[in-house]
């Protein structure tokens, strides 16, 4: 069974940036789909970008232009750079392995804490 789990959030000002990592157990992780999520207070988890296993990405209209996911298939980790970060960006933040838009290969991890704010 693949174990993820996610790092780097904290908290930064407007227009600032971070760099989240989703790092995994298992050596075939690299030939999963993997999705960044994310929950603010009060609303439900939505996906933020996905990364197929040879590299090809998709975003959400709302982080289009700010966030890049990559991934080292070599560190089994997948990152998500955030730049030009919004107070609306705020959020506990996930990956998962998708199947579907809404049936997942994990669990939800604890996922990591994102706040923009001055």
């Known amino acids: 069974q693949v174990q993820l789990v996610e790092s780097g959030g904290g908290l930064v000002q407007p227009g600032g940036s971070l760099r989240l990592s989703c790092a995994a157990s298992g050596s075939i992780f690299s030939i999963y789909t993997t999705g960044w999520y994310r929950q603010a207070p009060g609303k439900q988890r939505e996906l933020v970008a996905t990364i197929l296993s040879g590299g090809s990405a998709n975003y959400a209209d709302s982080v289009k232009g700010r966030f890049t996911i990559s991934r080292d298939n070599a560190k089994n980790t997948v990152y998500l750079q955030m730049n030009s970060l919004k107070p609306e960006d705020t959020a506990v933040y996930y990956c998962?392995?998708?199947?579907?838009?809404?049936?997942?290969?994990?669990?939800w991890g604890q996922g990591t804490q994102v706040t923009v704010s001055s």
């Open positions: 998962n392995l998708p199947i579907t838009s809404r049936v997942f290969r994990r669990p």
